[in-house]
């Protein structure tokens, strides 16, 4: 079974502070995991996706995210951050040979201008 | 490219009415398709998901159904409304595998009074 766990309900953050989004899977086999990004009304936006290679990846709008295997972590990351990045963010997992994406429950940012 | 069209963007229905949402994907073939409710507090709720025509899986029992009559044509319907069908609906997309993540329409908001 896979799972996700985004521990933050909410986060608030000034605006050009840097911030981190948490996010914690559980899978006993390999996995896939992917950052979304969910506007007020709007469906959800690929942000960035670990399939395979470098834990570090880099995503839309300077937002990156690294793949821990041993925290089985897979942590957001953005270093100065917008008034417009002001979102829901949600954390996926799908296991190898799994078909459906499992979400958190999501962390809602807030930034303080 | 592909897209997803996910319509109507809002709708308010009375309790005991049916419901008929629809969702069609463009520029790909035999993709995988989904029905996600999102309500207030709970995160991003799987319904149905279908690997192709005529094949609906249920993940959850509830007062809704799904249909696939086209290859890129993914259906959720109601016979009859219920207040708890209130909502935020997303239809998504996939490759037959999953692992490169979703791709969502931008939803319906359903309020059911």
């Known amino acids: 079974a896979q799972s996700v766990t985004q521990l933050d309900s909410q986060v608030p953050v000034f605006e050009e502070a840097p911030v981190e989004l948490r996010c914690n899977y559980s899978?006993?086999?390999?996995?896939?995991l992917f950052w979304y990004v969910q506007y007020p009304n709007q469906g959800l936006q690929l942000l960035l996706k670990y399939l395979s290679g470098s834990t570090l990846v880099k995503g839309i709008n300077g937002f990156e995210a690294e793949f821990n295997k041993s925290q089985t972590s897979f942590h957001l990351r953005k270093p100065s951050v917008h008034i417009s990045d002001t979102a829901e963010y949600f954390c996926?997992?799908?296991?190898?040979?799994?078909?459906?994406?499992?979400f958190g429950t999501g962390t809602k940012l807030q930034v303080i201008p | 490219s592909q897209t997803i069209h996910q319509w109507p963007a809002t709708l308010v229905q009375p309790v005991g009415s049916p419901l008929s949402l629809e969702c069609t994907v463009e520029?790909?073939?035999?993709?995988?398709l989904y029905w996600y409710r999102q309500a207030a507090g709970r995160g991003l709720q799987l319904l149905f998901y279908s690997v192709g025509i005529g094949q609906i899986s249920s993940e959850v029992p509830q007062n809704l159904s799904a249909s696939r009559p086209q290859d890129r044509q993914f259906i959720l319907s109601s016979k009859k409304l219920l207040l708890s069908d209130s909502g935020f609906y997303l239809c998504?997309?996939?490759?037959?595998?999953?692992?490169?993540?979703?791709?969502f329409g931008s939803g319906t908001r359903l309020t059911v009074v």
């Open positions: 996926a997992v799908i296991s190898g040979g799994y078909q459906k994406v499992t």
């Open positions: 520029g790909t073939s035999n993709p995988n």
């Open positions: 899978s006993s086999v390999s996995v896939y």
């Open positions: 998504a997309w996939s490759v037959s595998s999953g692992n490169y993540g979703y791709t």
